[in-house]
């Protein structure tokens, strides 16, 4: 569909009677017209390949009842605002320009009297820090040419949304079909159940409790716990990892927390980008966020797929897809990105690359992260199902191990927190935690160009990781 044919159109509300056939599913909309839904499974190595492409919608097949796809529609219908123009996207995405005001966020009871923040928050400003020069390595040297920055790809067309309008990328009716239910669409699984803890041999005392009966694994960094912090900031370079199975996905994030791990009460602020084909429908890497204020069980969601997070920019779509991507002893492109606290007004904003702001996180939404953070996690994360009875093969990462270093393995650098008195500083105590290395590892260092830094990842399933 060309962008001219689509651009401010509204979509109107389906209802009539449902019937099925042979070919897919049939819904009659006010008895007038026909439209039919191709509902797709595809979970073979193959057609990974080609979704990589954007070719395919990895939808499960199966007949929709018209009650359940009358819920969908309302919820969709509550999320995808009218917009005031709509951008095809080459990648297949359809954004949506949506006025300011208008957007999903303003619809959560918490902010029923919020007010967009229009001032400018304060930028943390980087502390001088003495630090010994190192001599560095011809390798180094290279690194350094050879680092590259990354767009989004509904900017391919040079369109943009208008001055007090935000991009929203537009869901639709296979994305709700994909997720387990229509109260999962859009939200982690429990990364643990609340009120377990699982210990892992080992692990440091105060390490966070990430190990999961869901099948979630980790290759992180941390603080310590305990510590008042304001904000974290990273560089982090962007792969295409591949991923098994459809309910599988492939991270990599700064978590800014506050709570307990043990309990129902803990507070999250993510970003970062990831690849999930249940989210999205494709294999791409994606800009994300995500929030919650009680242990991923009710509150928050990927992106803009619930009320809460405040957009401001016009420029960055959140779920859009991410371009170029690094490749192996080639370019490298990274993101940067920034979460902190505003010190005046207490929201929690995102900074996007060049700290160009993407949007707030109101402070409305949090108990504990309404004062401040705990700790800051920042890593890759998988969803290893187990579901050919052996060790997932979703990659993290570039799929190297840590070992494997620059132009291989994955990277976060320039580890950053921000301090009471909204200054970035670099993290130079971090411990670091990976549940199974023989699947996915974690190795940290520091420098003098790159402050602390680690590279992590993994092929998940191999002959040491059955």
Not at 10 to 23: A, D, F, N, P, T
Not at 121 to 132: H, I, L, Q
Not at 239 to 247: A, F, G, L, M
Request: proline fraction near 5%; include cysteine; glycine fraction near 8%.
């Amino acid at each position: 569909m060309e962008a001219s044919n689509i651009k401010t159109r509204r979509r109107k509300r389906w209802s009539g009677v449902l019937s099925s056939s042979s070919s897919g599913v049939v819904l009659h909309l006010h008895n007038v017209r026909l439209l039919l839904i191709h509902i797709i499974l595809c979970q073979t190595t193959s057609c990974m390949a080609a979704a990589a492409s954007g070719t395919l919608n990895y939808t499960k097949y199966r007949q929709v009842g018209s009650l359940r796809l009358a819920r969908i529609q309302k919820h969709l219908d509550g999320i995808n605002k009218t917009p005031v123009l709509t951008i095809q996207s080459p990648d297949g995405d359809i954004i949506d320009c949506i006025p300011k005001r208008k957007q999903p966020a303003l619809d959560h009871p918490l902010l029923k009297n919020h007010k967009i923040q229009r001032v400018r928050p304060e930028m943390p400003k980087r502390k001088k820090e003495s630090v010994n020069v190192t001599t560095r390595s011809r390798d180094e040297e290279e690194e350094r040419v050879r680092l590259k920055g990354v767009w989004q790809a509904w900017h391919e067309n040079k369109e943009r949304c208008p001055r007090g309008s935000v991009p929203i990328r537009r869901s639709h009716v296979h994305d709700v079909l994909r997720a387990n239910s229509l109260y999962d669409f859009g939200k982690k699984r429990h990364a643990f159940p609340a009120g377990s803890r699982l210990p892992m041999a080992g692990r440091h005392p105060d390490a966070p409790d990430v190990v999961s009966a869901n099948g979630h694994e980790h290759a992180i960094a941390y603080t310590g716990a305990s510590q008042e912090v304001y904000g974290a900031r990273a560089t982090i370079n962007v792969w295409d990892p591949s991923i098994e199975v459809v309910n599988e996905f492939s991270l990599s994030q700064i978590w800014v927390l506050s709570g307990s791990f043990d309990g129902s009460d803990l507070n999250s602020i993510e970003a970062g980008w990831q690849v999930s084909p249940e989210l999205y429908g494709d294999s791409r890497p994606r800009l994300f966020t995500y929030w919650t204020s009680d242990a991923y069980q009710a509150t928050g969601c990927y992106n803009l797929l619930c009320s809460g997070f405040v957009q401001t920019n016009s420029r960055i779509a959140i779920g859009a897809a991410i371009s170029p991507v690094s490749s192996p002893s080639s370019n490298q492109f990274d993101i940067s990105i920034l979460i902190w606290k505003d010190p005046k007004l207490g929201n929690w904003w995102m900074g996007f690359s060049d700290n160009t702001l993407v949007g707030y996180w109101p402070a409305e939404l949090f108990t504990h992260l309404a004062d401040r953070a705990t700790m800051v996690e920042w890593g890759g994360e998988v969803v290893n199902s187990r579901a050919n009875g052996k060790h997932t093969s979703t990659q993290m990462g570039s799929g190297h191990f840590a070992e494997d270093g620059f132009g291989k393995a994955s990277y976060f650098r320039n580890l950053e927190v921000v301090d009471s008195d909204n200054s970035l500083s670099s993290v130079h105590d971090i411990s670091t935690l990976a549940e199974n290395t023989n699947c996915y590892n974690i190795k940290s260092s520091y420098n003098t160009e790159w402050g602390t830094h680690f590279y992590y990842g993994g092929p998940g399933n191999n002959p040491r990781c059955p």
